[in-house]
């Protein structure tokens, strides 16, 4: 899971730099799937060292981003009848928004398994 955050905070980073210089450098909220990157690239890195700590640190932070980005993503219909006010900002919220949800659903799979392996490998010592 380390690796997955670490690769999804560089998604993220990109998808921010990317709008940015997409949108003229016009405002700065276009980074901030950047600095949700980034956090989430640092909670993989602490990952690295501390898997627990750094994933459910990440996982926190992404649950924000969603709820951050959530606004914008209910603008979807506006976008795609051609009325939305800043379109730039409504996709880039789109594709911040399913990522985090995938590494949300990752993240939960994730401790799932960790789970079910710590009590099938509890059961075999107490056999």
């Known amino acids: 899971m380390p690796r997955t955050t670490i ?5 993220l980073i990109a998808v921010g730099v ?3 210089v997409a949108t003229a450098f016009a ?3 276009a980074l901030i799937p950047a600095i949700l990157g980034a956090v989430i690239l640092v909670c993989g890195l602490i990952g690295l060292k501390n898997q627990k700590l750094g994933i459910h640190i990440a996982l926190v932070v992404a649950i924000l981003g969603i709820f951050g980005t959530a606004m914008n993503v209910m603008q979807v219909g506006a ?3 051609g009325e939305a006010e800043r379109p730039a900002a409504v996709i880039t919220s789109i594709i911040t928004f399913v990522l985090l ?3 949300v659903v990752l993240g939960v799979r994730s401790f799932i398994a960790a789970r079910r392996w ?4 509890q059961a075999e010592t107490a056999a």
């Open 7 to 11: 690769g999804l905070g560089i998604v």
């Open 101 to 103: 949800i995938l590494y």
């Open 18 to 20: 990317i709008a940015y």
């Open 27 to 29: 405002s700065w909220t």
């Open 118 to 121: 710590k009590n099938s490998a």
């Open 79 to 81: 976008l795609i009848a």
